[in-house]
């Protein structure tokens, strides 16, 4: 039961150009949503976030936009630079068992072409 | 400030033996979180620490163990190595009181041969 979908396992873009990486959620709970960038060898690392109380969060060239009624999220890039050029997941957290855990999507690798 | 770390970087087994990996979190973090990220997909959630206390368990077999130490420390436990078990091991913490923020390791690339 994927909570989470991250329906596009790969996207490329031109450098400067925007990046539109989309995820999907099927759980009406979720209420803070964070967006999390990979590169090999490396951990995750946090990128993003928004709260459901919010549409759209902005940070530099980041930009996340929520649209609950259709429990989608997008997460904006622009303009895209080379460095971008990596794995990004979208999460939720969740209360189980008394335990706080991150329920990811599968992940989108975003490749940034000069 | 140093991040968290986890040792061994890399790690090659074979089927039915078992493994530890282990976890610094962040200074200050009392709470550690253990993820599975088989390729291709997201990581998934194994254990939280908190304390010193298993505070749940995802859908993993009794083969996943853990324990977190007086210095908020962490090891990973799989017994009986399946070749299903390959895949990287992230810890992650997490400070108390603060948003759902996780802070990752490199993780741990164990090959299950």
């Known amino acids: 039961d994927q909570q989470v979908k991250q329906n596009s396992p790969s996207l490329s873009v031109q450098e400067g150009r925007i990046s539109i990486l989309n995820c999907d959620y099927t759980n009406s709970m979720f209420d803070y949503f964070l967006w999390y960038k990979k590169y090999p060898a490396e951990g995750p690392t946090f990128l993003i976030s928004i709260s459901s109380i919010k549409d759209k969060n902005e940070d530099g060239r980041f930009t996340v936009f929520l649209n609950k009624s259709a429990k989608h999220l997008s997460l904006h890039i622009v303009p895209s630079q080379p460095g971008d050029s990596a794995v990004y997941f979208c999460a939720a957290p969740q209360s189980v068992q008394g335990a706080q855990k991150l329920v990811f999507g599968q992940g989108t690798r975003l490749t940034i072409n000069p | 400030d140093a991040g968290v770390t986890q040792s061994p970087t890399h790690l090659i087994k074979t089927r039915g033996q078992q493994v530890t990996l282990r976890c610094s979190p962040i200074s200050g973090h009392k709470s550690v979180s253990w993820y599975q990220q088989v390729l291709g997909q997201g990581p998934q959630f194994i254990f939280q620490?908190?304390?010193?206390?298993?505070?749940g368990r995802g859908n993993f077999p009794d083969r996943f163990s853990a324990r977190q130490f007086p210095n908020y420390s962490s090891e990973l436990n799989v017994n009986a190595l399946l070749l299903g078990d390959s895949a990287l091991y992230l810890c992650a913490s997490r400070a108390t009181g603060t948003n759902e923020k996780l802070f990752f390791g490199s993780g741990t690339q164990l090959s299950v041969l």
């Open positions: 620490y908190y304390e010193k206390e298993e505070r």
